[in-house]
């Protein structure tokens, strides 16, 4: 009989084969390592050029000429004026594209093109999306520079990427469980409620909110907008001018004066901890509703 | 003939007086040459079949004969699958289920489905019961505990999960939880109970459970079950069908189709020499 696996063979090659296996791990720690590296370097710069400069008065302070006056208060209130303005429009408009391509949408071509192209959305630089908010919202329907066209912009900045989480969720949904709901006379839309959402909201919310949290540290369709800096007051409604925390930071970090580059860095570490919350939303989310099929 | 017998027995003890005899039994589905496409493959091929109440019709055959096509045809669940075209009727009840005036919903409130794989939603056992009545606009918590109750009961397993109603139905093991199933259906009252191989995933004894409910089951209402399982579908029905390639071979009462079939396709296939 004869014999392929030759097994001395075998264990000559065996110690080679554990080396190379062994180096593989050793790459990917590396590849790991150097993430956390370039991370604990930012966080060290923040904290070391920024802690100094962190204090209450930084936090309800308007900005100022003079840097240890200057404060953040104008840009956090106008961030989370962004998001009362973003939220609701990306959710529904997200949730509800996503709804419509998953369980309504027929598989033909136009339908598979516009799933494609909204995948594609999600790519574009946020910059032109800066460019059609200027000539659309802040132009055309004269809304000026106000939170209103800042959230419209940053919503369809958002949208696709909502858009895709939500599809995904909507599409791990068991299709027993949709049958099911189907064969006791359920309509398409109370399945829909009562059985798709249920189970898909967990994913949903966890993609919109890191989508959100993208929303709030845009800067480039800020500045196409022309988003004010200096800015003196909150806003009193949706139609108010504002500025918001990334068009501060960038505005402090071009001054000259090198006392700016600390209060920027003050700024980004109140930026990052407004993000940190947010994405600890979505973790406890996803923990919390963690769905067994 | 030992069938009538049986039946007989129940009529003398008053179990079942609506069904008096075999031939007064009324007719609940009839579909006359039906045809069924996926695109451009023929599943179903010029079907004709009559099943009557309070019976339990047993689908066999081997896999891709088109038996689970034709019950899901039944309730027009066979309508999810995109590219689908249907020709010819049935009926049910006398009326047309594939002209476009007849709403979905209302059939499939009346025909109900237990399916291949136990689904339960991700909810509490009694959220599971109480959906479809829920659905259909029954909102009174008192009705709707008597309904989750008499279904539970109905689906013999009430016993089981008396005491943990407000559960998560993914707790329990597989064949409770096909009971389960069963359960939610019986909760919107069907005529009709379709079962698309209600045991494929199941123990041998859940298996048994489930059968002999079916075996109770039939007393109330009409039951046709799709089943790979030629031993189970000569344990509790009281017709076969044997489909092959979209067609169907031979129906008849299933003790004549077990004891001497008249087709040697099915004789072959029953004394297992392919499928």
Known sequence: MVKYVDHVQVVKRMNGRLVVNKMFKIVFLLATLFALAALGVLVYRMFDQGWGYLSADFITNFASRFPEKAGIKAALIGSMWLMVVVAPISLLLGVGTAIYLEEYAKQNRLNDFIRMNISNLAGVPSIVFGLLGLTIFVRSLALGKSVLAAGLTMSLLILPVIIVAAQEAIRAVPKELREASYGMGATKWQTILKVVLPSAVPGILTGSILALSRAVGETAPLVVLGIPVIVHFLPNGILSEFTALPMQIFDWAKRPQEEFQYVAAAGILVLMTFLVILNSIAVFIRNKFQNRY | ?275
């Open chain 2, 1 to 275: 003939m030992v069938k009538l017998s049986v039946k007989d027995v129940y009529v003398a003890k008053g179990q079942n007086l609506k069904v008096v005899s075999k031939e007064e039994k009324q007719t609940v589905y009839h579909s006359k040459k039906l045809n069924l496409w996926y695109g451009e493959h023929h599943a179903l091929k010029d079907i004709d079949l009559e099943m009557k109440e309070n019976e339990v019709t047993a689908i066999i055959g081997p896999s891709g004969c088109g038996k689970s096509t034709y019950i899901k045809t039944l309730n027009r669940m066979v309508e999810l699958v995109p590219s689908v075209c249907t020709q010819g009727e049935i009926l049910y009840r006398e009326r047309n289920i594939l002209d476009n005036k007849y709403q979905v919903e209302e059939l499939r409130t009346k025909v109900g489905m237990v399916f291949q794989k136990p689904n339960p939603f991700p909810k509490s056992i009694y959220d599971n019961i109480a959906y479809g009545p829920r659905i259909h606009g029954i909102k009174n918590k008192k009705v709707l505990d008597e309904i989750v109750e008499k279904s539970l009961r109905g689906a013999a397993i009430w016993d089981e999960v008396k005491d943990r109603l407000n559960q998560n139905a993914y707790g329990l093991s597989g064949g409770q939880q096909q009971r389960i199933c069963i359960a939610r259906c019986l909760a919107i009252e069907p005529d009709v109970i379709l079962m698309d191989e209600p045991t494929s995933a199941l123990d041998p004894i859940s298996t048994l459970k489930v059968e002999e409910l079916v075996q109770e089951l039939k007393e109330n209402f009409s039951i046709i079950i799709v089943t790979h399982n030629m031993q189970q579908a000569a344990r509790i029905s009281d017709k076969t069908a044997f489909f092959l390639n979209g067609e169907v071979i031979e129906y008849e009462a299933t003790n004549h189709i077990f004891s001497t079939p008249t087709d040697k396709r099915t004789e072959d296939y029953i004394s297992g020499r392919f499928g």
